[in-house]
């Protein structure tokens, strides 16, 4: 991300980047160290997910970098917070909400109330609100995505890994994609080095995971909000490829 995040920022002219963090330290959660990488190499604020506590530090990170957000349907008696309005370099300010789904992971409380309790103040202060809705089921995701068409200017989904090809504006301006991907190994399974997730699959045994080594991919969306009304005019998904002694491969898609 030091070596890439620049040179997209500049091809894209984003004004704001976020990003989902939580398998950040090798794979598995988010320590200070990797969140001040993070937040160096260009990224103004850090979601997470339902692995945010894996790495014991993160407990005092969160309660003390307001750039790295917990899911805001965790319990109240979380450290940390879910929500935020942060400022961009040129000035505008983004509301940023973060929340995780329940199907097929940890009971927590309803991600839709919880949009519901927190989208209001984040309104107050701006109109640009995006959403990480860091959950299992597409299902759970698209749902959430139409129930805030038209009241947040991004519903984006991370998680599974795997970017999906699904990017659009619904009917009321609000951009959406079930999810944004990856940054990680290309060759692999999720991140994972692929000969140890097939041992456990074919064995039902234990294996250590470590991050694969190879080719990184990079995955990302570019949504363009309308700062007056907070609604999306486009999202772009963004599908590259850097092996580490070579030029990047490029592929983008656009929907409207």
Same mark, same amino acid.
């Given at each position: 991300?030091?070596?890439?995040?620049?040179?997209?920022?500049?091809?894209?002219?984003?004004?704001?980047?976020?990003?989902?963090?939580?398998?950040?330290?090798?794979?598995?959660?988010?320590?200070?160290?990797?969140?001040?990488?993070?937040?160096?190499?260009?990224?103004?604020?850090?979601?997470?997910?339902?692995?945010?506590?894996?790495?014991?530090?993160?407990?005092?990170?969160?309660?003390?970098?307001?750039? /790295?957000? $917990?899911? %805001?349907?965790?319990?109240?008696?979380?450290? @940390?917070?879910?929500?935020?309005?942060? *400022? #961009? =370099? !040129?000035?505008?300010?983004?509301?940023?909400?973060?929340?995780?789904?329940?199907?097929?992971?940890?009971?927590?409380?309803?991600?839709?109330?919880?949009?519901?309790?927190?989208?209001?103040?984040?309104?107050?202060?701006?109109?640009?609100?995006?959403?990480?809705?860091?959950?299992?089921?597409?299902?759970?995701?698209?749902?959430?995505?139409?129930?805030?068409?038209?009241?947040?200017?991004?519903?984006?989904?991370?998680?599974?890994?795997?970017?999906?090809?699904?990017?659009?504006?619904?009917?009321?301006?609000?951009?959406?994609?079930?999810?944004?991907?990856?940054?990680?190994?290309?060759?692999?399974?999720?991140? /994972?080095? $692929?000969? %140890?997730?097939?041992?456990?699959?074919?064995? @039902?045994?234990?294996?250590?995971?470590? *991050? #694969? =080594? !190879?080719?990184?991919?990079?995955?990302?969306?570019?949504?363009?909000?309308?700062?007056?009304?907070?609604?999306?005019?486009?999202?772009?998904?963004?599908?590259?490829?850097?092996?580490?002694?070579?030029?990047?491969?490029?592929?983008?898609?656009?929907?409207?």
């Amino acid at each position: 991300m030091r070596a890439r995040l620049k040179p997209l920022v500049q091809q894209f002219g984003a004004d704001f980047v976020m990003a989902n963090a939580e398998n950040a330290a090798g794979g598995l959660g988010i320590t200070r160290e990797t969140a001040e990488e993070l937040l160096a190499a260009g990224v103004h604020v850090l979601t997470s997910g339902n692995h945010i506590w894996r790495q014991r530090e993160a407990v005092k990170l969160v309660e003390e970098e307001p750039r /790295v957000l $917990r899911p %805001a349907n965790f319990p109240s008696a979380c450290p @940390g917070r879910g929500a935020g309005v942060f *400022v #961009a =370099p !040129g000035g505008g300010k983004v509301g940023v909400l973060n929340v995780t789904g329940r199907t097929f992971m940890e009971p927590l409380d309803c991600p839709f109330r919880a949009t519901d309790e927190e989208i209001p103040a984040l309104q107050e202060r701006t109109k640009v609100v995006v959403v990480d809705i860091h959950a299992e089921a597409t299902s759970e995701k698209i749902a959430l995505g139409w129930y805030l068409d038209g009241r947040v200017s991004a519903v984006l989904g991370t998680h599974t890994h795997v970017q999906t090809a699904d990017e659009r504006i619904l009917p009321n301006g609000t951009a959406y994609i079930t999810d944004v991907g990856m940054t990680g190994p290309r060759d692999s399974v999720l991140g /994972v080095s $692929r000969n %140890a997730v097939i041992a456990r699959f074919r064995t @039902g045994m234990p294996h250590r995971f470590e *991050v #694969a =080594p !190879g080719p990184v991919l990079v995955n990302a969306v570019v949504v363009d909000i309308d700062e007056q009304t907070g609604s999306a005019r486009t999202i772009e998904r963004i599908a590259r490829e850097f092996a580490p002694e070579s030029h990047a491969t490029t592929s983008t898609s656009r929907t409207q």
